[in-house]
């Protein structure tokens, strides 16, 4: 059963049924937006996947995070786990005179 109610029973039916439920849906846009402006249809068109809504993470101002600018390219394994062993050291002294522990940390390589 579709929006409009009827029962399809080939998908040409099916599509002209979802096509007017949504043509009854895109009519009310108007009067939606009249009378409780025009957030409202953003709303619905993001929600359906329409409309792409930006996405800003939610950091708490006081998260530890520690991180290394390498200038050069690092090829070597050695180099790589030497720079990560600094960076753990460090996140560790940060954590310990906050007090704090940690059950799993990301390593974030960009």
């Known amino acids: ?3 409009c109610g009827c029962r399809p029973t080939s998908s ?3 599509a002209a049924c979802a096509s007017i439920g949504y043509l009854t849906f895109a009519r009310r ?3 939606r937006a009249l009378r409780f402006g025009p957030i409202v249809n953003r709303r619905i068109d993001q929600a359906l996947g ?5 996405i800003d ?3 708490p101002a006081d998260m530890i995070e520690v991180q290394r600018t390498i200038v050069e390219p690092i090829g070597a394994a050695e180099t ?3 720079y990560v062993g600094k960076l753990a050291a460090e996140l ?3 954590m310990e ?3 704090l522990g940690v059950l799993r940390a990301d390593l974030v390589v960009t």
Request: charged content about 40%; hydrophobic content about 30%; overall charge positive.
């Open 57 to 59: 993470p939610l950091r």
């Open 50 to 54: 329409d409309l792409a809504e930006p």
């Open 12 to 14: 040409r039916i099916s």
């Open 92 to 94: 560790c002294g940060r």
């Open 29 to 31: 846009r108007a009067r």
């Open 1 to 3: 059963m579709h929006r």
């Open 80 to 82: 790589i786990a030497r």
């Open 97 to 99: 005179e906050k007090g």
